[in-house]
Structure formats: C-alpha cells, structure tokens
C-alpha cells in the first residue's frame, strides 16, 4: 500500500506540527478536530509557521503554497474513509482517545493504518481497543514538531512488522529520525530526560545549589542547551509531576518518586513559565 493521504486528529499543538510536516512533505493532508475553532487556530498557526520558514529560506515560498493547498479540515469523521493513515494527536486522555480511535477504525479503509501520538498512555492499550490492532502503531513527536527532528517509534505487543515498516517509511519521507522504543512509560526519551530534572529539583530541595547553579553546571557540564530547571518551568511543573507519578505506577518503583519539592510547588501553583513563577520568575 502506497501512503498519499494523512489524516491528523486533533489540531493542537502537536497535529497542527504534524499536518504542516506531512503537507510539506507532499502528502494529501486531512486535519479533524471536535472544534471550528480549533481548526481555525491549528491552520493559521501552521500557516504562520511555514511563512516563517519561507522568511529564513529554509523553504520555498512556492512550496509553502503547495503545502497549504495539500491540507483540508473538517469535523467530520466520514471523511476519513480516503485516508491510508491516521495519526491521532488529540488530547491526552485516555478514555477520549479510545472512544476517539473507535470512531477512526469504523470510517476508514481496510487497509488504513492508525497511529498514536499519544506520550504516555500504553500503545498495547491503545490498540486493543479497535478490531485490528495489528495496523496500529505510536509515532511520538516532539514539540515543537517543524523544528524536532526525532519521531519515536513505539510498537505495541499486537503491532504487525508491515505497519512497522510502513510508519518507518513515513517517518523518514517527513524528514524525521526515527528511534524505535518498547512501549513502557515514558519509552526511551522522557523515561532519562524527567528523572534528570527530578533529581535537579531533589539537589534544590537539599539545598546543595541554587536554582542558577544547578542550570548553569548542566549546561556547561554537559552542553545542555537549557538547564533542567529551567526545562521544567518551560514544560509545566504539573505535566513533569503527573508524568513521575505515572512512572512511580507503572513501574512500581520508587526510583521514581517525584520530589516533595515538585509536589510542594505544583500545590503552591507555581507552575513554571505558565502561571509566572517556577524555580524562576517570567
Ligand atoms: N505538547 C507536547 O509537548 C507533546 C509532545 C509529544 C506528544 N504529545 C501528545 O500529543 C497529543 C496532543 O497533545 P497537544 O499538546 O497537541 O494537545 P492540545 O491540547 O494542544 O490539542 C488537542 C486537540 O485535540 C482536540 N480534540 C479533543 N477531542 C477530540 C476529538 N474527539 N476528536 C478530534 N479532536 C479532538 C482538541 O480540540 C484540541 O484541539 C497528546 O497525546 C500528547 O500527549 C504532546
């Protein structure tokens, strides 16, 4: 089977990043979401996104066109009978997304592929929730989606080498690195990236360092490009607590137990760049 169309689910930060990618990439790209707006919203920033890529001269105006012309939205689920695969980046939950993947499985093709974004719920799980679990797959990509060149492949235990194959060939053809990953929580790049900033934040809470210090000796320790402290305000100290407490259940270890600092200051709602205040001040 050849890939021509794309269909994205949801239009939010991430399926807005992966409709502009596979658009660019020369797929036929249909993006639905729940909501008008969020259609309106996920278009236009994709739209800004890829006129700024035509300012720097990373693409061509011409090409930016074609993009926006490959790309069409709608509400509408029936319309993904044309698709030959189905990325589903909707909002992180997972009751909705299983309710959402039914509708997928029951408006597509035969041989329609289905693939998650999801960044912490379990592919095994995912996929057991539609008839032919063998055609889905995660594709976890990493925000902000135009700039970060790595997709991680995650197979679940049901997971066919064809549809393997096939989210492999996709992956490169939009120009990204794939790593292939099992599926446990977290898969390879947040199950090293969130424990480090734990222990960053277990080092403030002991008091060993300032919040300066600590990101200054990572960054200039070991070329981080930003300290981890500063990491966790830009990602939200509530997303990195809930993503340690899923770590701490699924694996059932206390290697990763959150800081009570972390908890203390998610409580206090200081939530990182978000609400103005974290281990800085924005
Ligand atoms: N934000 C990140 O940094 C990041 C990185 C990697 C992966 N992810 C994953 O990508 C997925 C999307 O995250 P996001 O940050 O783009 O979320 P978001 O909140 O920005 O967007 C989610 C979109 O899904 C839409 N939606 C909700 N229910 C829907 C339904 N029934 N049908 C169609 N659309 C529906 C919402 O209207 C919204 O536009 C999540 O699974 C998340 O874990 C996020």
Do not use: W
């Not at 064809?162 to 996709?170: D, G, H, M």
């Amino acid at each position: 089977m050849t890939i021509e169309q794309i269909a994205v689910i949801g239009a939010g930060t991430m399926g807005n990043g992966i409709a502009q990618v596979s658009a660019l990439a020369g797929y036929q790209v249909l993006l639905v979401d729940v909501s008008e707006a969020a259609l309106e919203r996920g278009v236009a920033t994709l739209g800004k996104n890829l006129e700024r890529q035509v300012s720097k001269g990373s693409i061509e105006a011409g090409n930016a066109d074609a993009a926006k012309a490959r790309i069409r939205t709608s509400t509408d689920y029936s319309q993904l009978a044309a698709a030959q695969l189905v990325i589903e980046a909707a909002t992180e939950n997972l009751q909705l997304k299983q309710r959402i993947l039914q509708q997928v499985a029951a408006n597509v093709g035969e041989q329609c592929l289905i693939a998650t974004n999801t960044s912490s719920l379990s592919v095994t799980e995912l996929a057991a929730s539609i008839a032919h679990p063998e055609r889905f797959i995660g594709v976890h990509f990493f925000n902000p989606v135009p700039m970060m060149a790595l997709v991680e492949i995650i197979r679940g235990l049901q997971t066919s080498d064809a549809t393997y194959a096939q989210a492999l060939l996709v992956t490169e053809k939009l120009g990204k690195t794939p790593i292939t990953a099992g599926n446990r929580p977290g898969f390879v790049v947040n199950r090293i990236l969130v424990p480090m900033i734990n222990e960053a934040i277990f080092v403030r809470q002991e008091g060993l360092a300032s919040a300066e210090d600590i990101d200054t000796g990572m960054r200039l320790g070991c070329n981080q490009p930003i300290g981890p402290l500063a990491l966790a305000d830009l990602i939200g100290l509530d997303t990195l607590l809930a993503i340690m407490q899923a770590f701490h259940e699924g694996f059932n270890d206390s290697k990763y137990r959150p800081a009570p600092l972390l908890k203390e200051m998610v409580a206090a709602g200081y939530l990182g760049r978000k609400s103005g205040r974290g281990f800085f001040t924005y």
